[in-house]
C-alpha cells in the first residue's frame, strides 16, 4: 500500500509531537540530545518541527536515548484502506495518546481515571 503525501506528513507530523513530548517528559534539552547522538546541536529540533526524519539507525538510537522502545512512536498509527473512514483514523490516534497520558500517571491517579471510565462504561451498559 502506497501512503500518499497527506499520510506522510499526518505521521511526520505525530512522530515529531511525539519526540517532542517524551523528550520534554524526561528533562533533555533538543540540543543535548542531538549533541549525545553525534549529530549537529539543531538535529532533534530539525525533526521535532517536522523538517526532516532521522535513518532508521538514528531512530533506533533516539529510542535507546529516551528509554522506549520503537513500538512507542507509532502506537495509534494505522494504516487503513483507502476508502477507510478518516474519523476512524482519528479516533484511533485519539485513543493512544490517551493511553499514553494514563501511563504517566502516578498509581493513585490512574486508580482514579479508571473509577471515571468504569462508571461511564457502567452506565453505558444500563
Do not use: W
Not at 500518499?4 to 511526520?12: E, M, Q, S, V
Request: glycine share 4%; aromatic share 8%.
Amino acid at each position: 500500500m502506497y501512503l500518499d503525501d497527506l499520510a506522510k506528513k499526518d505521521i511526520t507530523k505525530r512522530f515529531a509531537e511525539r519526540l517532542a513530548q517524551l523528550r520534554s517528559i524526561r528533562g533533555k534539552s533538543a540540543r543535548d540530545m542531538s549533541l549525545t547522538l553525534g549529530k549537529n546541536p539543531g538535529y532533534i529540533n530539525n525533526i521535532e518541527k517536522g523538517n526532516t526524519l532521522p535513518s532508521m539507525l538514528e531512530f533506533i538510537c533516539i529510542c535507546d536515548y529516551l528509554g522506549v522502545k520503537p513500538e512507542y512512536f507509532f502506537e495509534g498509527f494505522e494504516i487503513e484502506p483507502e476508502n477507510a473512514d478518516s474519523h476512524k483514523k482519528n479516533a484511533t490516534a485519539s485513543s493512544a495518546d490517551l493511553a499514553y497520558r494514563i501511563d504517566q500517571l502516578s498509581s493513585s491517579q490512574k486508580n482514579i481515571v479508571n473509577l471515571i471510565i468504569s462508571e461511564f462504561t457502567d452506565n453505558m451498559q444500563k
